[in-house]
C-alpha cells in the first residue's frame, strides 16, 4: 500500500519533470551584417521569453560574438567567441542587455526579457551607458528598451 503510494508519487514527479522540459523553448538569435532592423544586427534583437528557456546565437555571419552587458543579480552572464554559437539558458526574471563586442558602436545591441522585467531601472540605466558609445544605429536600444515591461 505504502509502497504503491510512493511509486505514484515518484511517476507524478516524473510527469511534471517531462511537462517541465516540453514548455522550455529555444530561441535561435542570429548575428547579421545586414538584416531587417538594419545592419549590424542581431534577428531578432528584443525577445520576451520564460524562465528556464534557452537562447542560441549563431554568427550567421562571420566577425560577430554574444556577450551579455547586464544581467539580473544572481544570474549568469555569457560571452562567446568571434563567429561561434552559444547557447545560453536564463533561469532568472529581469533584463537582459546584450552586445555584440566589436560592433557596439555600430549598435550591434540586443534585449531579452526573462519573466518580469524587475531589474528595468538598472537596466534603463545600463542602456543609457551602452547609447553613449554608439556612434551608429543610434535609436535601435532606445527602441527596444521601450518595449520593456
Ligand atoms: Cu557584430
Redesign the pocket.
Known sequence: MHKKLALGALALAAASLIAANAYAKTYTVK?LNSGAGGT?VFEPDFLHIQPGDSVEFVPSDA???SQSYLVPDGAQGWKSEISKPITVKLTKDGVYLYE?S??HMFG?LGVIVVGKAVNEEAAEKAAKAMDAKLIMNKDRLDKLMDRVK
Open positions: 548575428e549590424f566577425g560577430h560574438d555584440c566589436p560592433h550591434m
